[in-house]
């Protein structure tokens, strides 16, 4: 079985089997306190389907820069116990793998999630490829929210304020299967932390 954990917008954790039906799920829609419910989220899931689990997926953003962080950590470090592999996934692929499943006729569409501070994040994406992920027709901006109007003119627009871990998941084992990498290792914040590291101190004459 896989596990799927994305913390891009709430904390969504899902666990799947290896033909992606849904085996189990926990999810808070909070875009805060990651960190104070993904340790029984997670419990969750894994009383629910059981803890056979043969691969971790981890959703890699675009998001916040503390909140992908605690979904990374923790699919990784579950892997690590597990000594399982993790797959990176791009969260926008999974929200466009959910809207692909509902409505396979869609033409071209675009997946917008609240980035906070007046942006958002835009992927754009046509149908599926021949591995059967989402096909990303452009990279991923962020934009002000008040400009993406003109961003997303003639775009059928799906503004995501939840993120289904299980699609997520399935998006992971296909990515496997076909031995592709769909993300890094670094996550895709598109904007950079406000806490950075200080640089030297400045030399002060006498």
């Given at each position: 079985?896989?596990?799927?954990?994305?913390?891009?917008?709430?904390?969504?954790?899902?666990?799947?089997?290896?033909?992606g039906?849904?085996?189990?799920?926990?999810?808070?829609?909070d875009?805060?306190?990651?960190?104070?419910?993904?340790?029984?989220?997670?419990?969750?899931?894994?009383?629910?389907?059981?803890?056979?689990?043969?691969?971790?997926?981890a959703g890699?953003?675009?998001?916040?820069?503390?909140?992908?962080?605690?979904?990374?950590?923790?699919?990784?470090?579950?892997?690590?116990?597990?000594?399982?592999?993790?797959?990176?996934?791009?969260?926008?692929?999974?929200?466009?793998?959910?809207?692909?499943?509902?409505?396979?006729?869609?033409?071209?569409?675009?997946?917008?999630?609240?980035?906070?501070?007046?942006?958002?994040?835009?992927?754009?994406?046509?149908?599926?490829?021949?591995?059967?992920?989402?096909?990303?027709?452009?990279?991923?901006?962020?934009?002000?929210?008040?400009?993406?109007?003109?961003?997303?003119?003639?775009?059928?627009?799906?503004?995501?304020?939840?993120?289904?871990?299980?699609?997520?998941?399935?998006?992971?084992?296909?990515?496997?299967?076909?031995?592709?990498?769909?993300?890094?290792?670094?996550?895709?914040?598109?904007?950079?932390?406000d806490?950075?590291?200080?640089?030297?101190?400045?030399?002060?004459?006498?």
């Amino acid at each position: 079985m896989i596990l799927a954990v994305d913390t891009s917008l709430g904390t969504a954790i899902a666990i799947v089997d290896a033909d992606g039906r849904r085996r189990a799920d926990a999810s808070s829609p909070d875009p805060l306190g990651h960190a104070e419910v993904i340790g029984s989220l997670l419990q969750r899931a894994l009383t629910d389907a059981g803890d056979e689990i043969t691969h971790a997926v981890a959703g890699m953003g675009p998001g916040p820069f503390t909140g992908l962080r605690i979904g990374i950590a923790t699919a990784r470090a579950f892997a690590l116990g597990r000594r399982i592999s993790v797959i990176a996934v791009p969260s926008h692929f999974g929200a466009a793998l959910s809207v692909l499943e509902e409505n396979p006729d869609v033409g071209t569409f675009s997946i917008v999630t609240d980035a906070r501070r007046r942006e958002v994040a835009i992927s754009v994406f046509r149908g599926l490829d021949a591995d059967g992920i989402p096909h990303l027709t452009s990279d991923t901006v962020l934009v002000p929210r008040t400009g993406a109007e003109a961003y997303l003119d003639g775009l059928d627009v799906r503004e995501v304020s939840t993120l289904d871990a299980a699609a997520l998941a399935r998006v992971g084992i296909r990515a496997a299967h076909a031995g592709r990498e769909l993300a890094g290792a670094e996550p895709l914040y598109l904007r950079q932390p406000d806490v950075t590291v200080p640089g030297a101190p400045k030399r002060v004459g006498l």
